[in-house]
């Protein structure tokens, strides 16, 4: 059973434009939600993250948005660059129940000059 | 300021035998986890440990088991080798004080069972 889900394996934007990554959970149990992003050959990196009190966090270019009622949430990055290029990943996590986190599948993000 | 560190890079075992991967938290960070990334998935829980216990475990069995020493380096070990257990395994630290604090993760060993 996934309880965290990224439905688009892969995504292309054009240099300059917004990229949205989607995520979808199922458990309501979760209540801290995070994104990182992966190169080949490296360990993903922590990205940015949001509790459920909020809907939005903002970090320079990337937003993270909390749909509560809808179980789902979503990375914006604007603009895009083709270093962004790379794997992201949705996890989830129960608030202070030690930071183990469930993980998507990952969307590929392709960012074109 | 060194981040968190695997070794080996890559390992190949054949069915059967046993592995003992390692792992070097971040500098001040004294919780370690380990996850496990089969090809084409995000990266599933298998434990963490904490003032060297396992304070949480994922949906693996026992044939998976770890360690954590004095200085939070840490140790996972697999026996009976399937060949579902090739995979990536990742280990990542954090600061065991604040629970949420984002987790830092190593580049992973890439393990090949035959």
């Known amino acids: 059973d996934q309880q965290v889900k990224q439905n688009s394996p892969s995504l292309s934007v054009q240099e300059g434009r917004i990229s949205i990554l989607n995520c979808d959970y199922t458990n309501s149990m979760f209540d801290y939600f995070l994104w990182y992003k992966k190169y080949p050959a490296e360990g993903p990196t922590f990205l940015i993250s949001i509790s459920s009190i909020k809907d939005k966090n903002e970090d320079g270019r990337f937003t993270v948005f909390l749909n509560k009622s809808a179980k789902h949430l979503s990375l914006h990055i604007v603009p895009s660059q083709p270093g962004d290029s790379a794997v992201y990943f949705c996890a989830a996590s129960v608030y202070n129940a030690g930071n183990m986190l469930t993980f998507g599948g990952g969307t590929r993000l392709m960012v074109k000059p | ?114």
């Open chain 2, 1 to 114: 300021d060194a981040g968190v560190t695997q070794s080996p890079t890559h390992l190949i075992k054949t069915r059967g035998q046993q592995v003992t991967l390692r792992c070097s938290p971040k500098s001040g960070h004294d919780t370690v986890s380990w996850y496990q990334q089969a090809l084409g998935q995000g990266p599933q829980f298998i434990f963490q440990y904490y003032e060297e216990e396992e304070r949480q475990r994922g949906n693996f069995p026992d044939r998976f088991s770890g360690h954590q020493f004095p200085n939070y380096s840490s140790e996972l070990n697999v026996n009976a080798l399937l060949l579902g257990d090739s995979a990536l395994y990742l280990c990542a630290s954090s600061g065991g004080s604040s629970y949420n604090s984002p987790l830092h993760f190593g580049n992973g060993t890439r393990l090949t069972v035959t």
